[in-house]
């Protein structure tokens, strides 16, 4: 990793199974649509509990994606 810059972006990635699906839903959505993702970030963890039981979680991400033409 020599002299690349990056830029930052901001996710939440969410799933009703565990805090590690949630983030690699995130990430392969935002593979979707975005070229060189490189590194993520957990920032945050949150979810929603129902009948005392975790119903749902929310991970928040931040993603660099290396900018083209930096290599």
Avoid: C, P
Avoid at 5 to 10: A, C, D, H, S, T
Avoid at 37 to 64: N, P, S
Wanted: glycine residues 8%; negative net charge; without cysteine.
């Amino acid at each position: 990793m020599t002299n690349h810059v990056y830029k930052q972006i901001e996710l939440v990635g969410s799933s009703t199974t565990s805090t590690d699906d949630a983030i690699a839903r995130a990430i392969a959505r935002a593979s979707e649509t975005l070229r060189n993702l490189d590194w993520f970030e957990v920032t945050e963890v949150r979810g929603h509990i129902k009948d005392g039981k975790v119903a749902h979680w929310q991970v928040g991400l931040k993603i660099g994606m290396r900018l083209e033409g930096n290599e």
